[in-house]
């Protein structure tokens, strides 16, 4: 700050806009508070400060109305690596169950909720199965699961995978983990689960990822006995690729592998990164696929889901809203639904599940946020013909099978990374904190030529002002009773102040009980009687 110069300003307090003026930073106060009488040249000072100011508070107002908007900008990007962490792949039948292994028990409780047969037409369905008709005397069991009947029923991976080689490395079915979907039972490659290590591949191109050999095993289909909902007319596998933290839902997500055809999928990853609000709308809380029942429910209270909880995906927020969404209807939970709810029975499926799910998926009833991270795969799919002849004699003689088993039931998957590259699709905030002090730092050096110590010298003003003024007219008030006597006695004895100097400095006698003393100095008092009223 600049130092007051000149006798009359030194003598003003440090409270007088003058003296502040003379000495504050800010551009052009000194001119229309500085010495003299109001003429037009400071007139025109005042409305030029006025009018920057007003231009400052607009421009910050402004800012400050844009950053609260909460704009966000997408960055797209692509990065190598020397190594990627290779997906889950989740393989599934196209046939859910194998009709060598139903038995009349199955179809009694499942028939006709799963192939739309009426109890009269069990008979002649086990005589098409190749199997013998019920005995008389047959009594079902007195209760049934799904997840068992599938278990037992569906394509075992034993039977289906012929040959199985990870970068050149042979694996087989104990690399793979076996899942529930709603297709049935699947087989996942590199999940993950039971804290398994994740496979990782340093190339990319073919040769250098999962290649497996399958037998799709048309021979185990059910036949079409009726065209119901569950009614499957194609044979083959479906496949998803995706990431380990999130559940597949490969019968909307999954694509279809054709027997009689080796199959290329050639990946690239995908790192996906959203704000939180109020940028974004991304959320990394799961949700708990149980709920919690009324008092009254007849299931009582729901059992946690043991275990931690997985990552938070889209796919794992939509399966648990739609787990709720079932088991708030039917009381059950579909056998591929994570929680603690039983399983529904075979007529639950029937009556009540599959008709609550189907309908929620129709109205989009699950309503959830996009994954704060998460990483998907875009896929390139090409394919060839296989086997040839040569091979399908080959074949026949390896595996014990007749060329034209092999030629309708053998194809070839083979996934790979394209490269070892990687795109991220990254949101940013559009207008940082940093930015906004920086566009109102530039604004008020534009306008009002201030900075930052320009506004402590404002606030330390704003002091002054309070203790000289404030504090000093509220001192004065609680004074004024106590010295009231006093300076009635010192404007009746004015005139014995001018006598003061001239006082004997010689022993003084002894104060006067009704006097009160002033001293004025180290040497000199002088002496006031004070009247009794």
Not at 259 to 271: A, D, E, K
Not at 416 to 438: D, H, M
Not at 442 to 457: R, W
């Amino acid at each position: 700050m600049k130092t007051p110069s000149g006798p009359e300003e030194a003598q003003r307090p440090a409270s007088d806009i003058r003296v502040f003026a003379s000495s504050c930073t800010l551009h052009g106060l000194s001119h229309v508070f500085g010495p003299g009488s109001l003429t037009p040249r400071r007139g025109l000072w005042a409305v030029a400060i006025l009018l920057s100011l007003a231009a400052f508070l607009y421009q910050v107002a402004e800012r400050v109305r844009y950053y609260g908007e909460f704009h966000h900008e997408t960055a797209l990007d692509e990065r190598e690596s020397h190594r990627l962490t290779f997906p889950a792949i989740t393989l599934c039948n196209i046939n859910p169950l194998r009709r060598s292994r139903l038995t009349p028990n199955d179809l009694h409780w499942a028939g006709q909720a799963l192939l739309g047969l009426e109890p009269t037409e069990h008979a002649t369905f086990l005589r098409i199965l190749g199997q013998p008709p019920t005995l008389p005397g047959f009594m079902p069991s007195p209760t049934f699961d799904m997840a068992r009947l599938y278990a037992r029923a569906g394509h075992t991976l034993e039977d289906m995978l012929l040959d199985c080689r990870y970068r050149g490395q042979p694996c087989g079915p104990e690399n793979f983990t076996a899942i529930f979907t709603r297709m049935g039972r699947c087989y996942t490659f590199n999940s993950g689960a039971n804290g398994e290590e994740l496979l990782t591949t340093p190339k990319g191109g073919a040769g250098n990822g999962l290649e497996v050999m399958l037998d799709v095993q048309e021979d185990e289909y059910l036949p079409v006995w009726k065209d119901v909902e569950e009614t499957l007319f194609e044979v083959g596998i479906r496949v998803q690729i995706h990431s380990q933290e999130e559940p597949p839902i490969i019968d909307q997500l999954g694509f279809g592998v054709a027997p009689g055809y080796q199959t290329f999928v050639s990946c690239q990853q995908q790192q996906l990164s959203f704000l939180p609000p109020p940028w974004g709308d991304c959320s990394s809380a799961s949700l708990d696929p149980d709920f919690e029942l009324e008092p009254s429910d007849p299931l009582g209270p729901s059992s946690p889901t043991p275990g931690p909880r997985p990552p938070y995906s889209l796919v794992g927020c939509r399966l648990a809203c739609e787990t709720r969404y079932v088991a708030r209807k039917c009381g059950c939970r579909m056998m591929h639904m994570p929680g603690g709810a039983p399983v529904c029975s075979p007529q639950q499926y029937k009556d009540c599940a599959n008709v609550a799910l189907d309908a929620m998926l129709r109205k989009d009833a699950c309503t959830c946020p996009n994954p704060c991270t998460s990483t998907r795969y875009a896929k390139e799919l090409s394919m060839v013909r296989m086997p040839s002849r040569a091979a399908t004699r080959y074949l026949a003689r390896k595996y014990n099978r007749s060329e034209a088993y092999i030629a309708e039931n053998v194809l070839v998957l083979d996934i790979f990374f394209e490269a070892l590259n990687y795109e991220t699709v990254e949101q940013k905030k559009a207008y940082e904190v940093s930015e906004l002090l920086g566009d109102i730092g530039g604004q008020m050096g534009l306008f009002i030529g201030a900075s930052l110590l320009t506004i402590l010298e404002i606030l330390d003003y704003l002091c002054e002002v309070f203790r000289n003024r404030v504090l000093r007219y509220l001192w004065n008030g609680k004074r004024s009773p106590k010295h009231s006597s006093t300076n009635l006695l010192q404007e009746g004895l004015g005139s014995h102040g001018n006598q003061v100097p001239h006082l004997s400095l010689g022993p003084r006698p002894p104060t006067p009980p009704c006097a009160v003393t002033r001293t004025l100095s180290a040497s000199h008092r002088t002496c006031y009687l004070v009247t009794r009223l």
